[in-house]
């Protein structure tokens, strides 16, 4: 048995153990700070997050109410990116550091996303396709 080998391995499970610790104060840290923003939202919500420590917070595969909510709790602009049908919102700044993140967001109710062509000023005109949101009955195309 390599005991050199043991003790590397151990060194290094400490190292990843104490970054793993340290990321999860510094989180923990952030939720205390942030504390005012998290408040206004209800538990169901706090309940569908995934946590980056360090990098991100996500709300996942929330409703468009639910959306709302957390756009407001949070205030500032917001970036909104159609993912087949679905919305992907973050936060144009940072929340004391961290990304805030609306991800799989469901469209308004009554709505849906479809691809259109729009014409793209150039040289000489193109089109392309873009998603859009189109609100009416969810049946009609």
Known sequence: MNIDKLIEQSQADIERYYRYIKEQNQHMMWLRRNRQYLERLPDSLLDKTDHSPGFRIDFNHLTHAETIQVIRAFGGKWDKKY????????????????????????????????????????????????????CGHVGSA
Do not use: S
Not at 97 to 117: A, M, S, T
């Open 83 to 134: 993912d087949e049908d679905k919305i992907n919102y973050t936060r144009r700044d940072e929340v004391d550091g961290l990304i805030i993140r609306v991800w799989q967001g469901e469209p308004p109710p009554f709505c849906k996303i479809v691809e259109v062509e729009v014409e793209v000023p150039a040289q000489a005109a193109t089109t392309k396709k873009v998603k859009k949101v189109v």
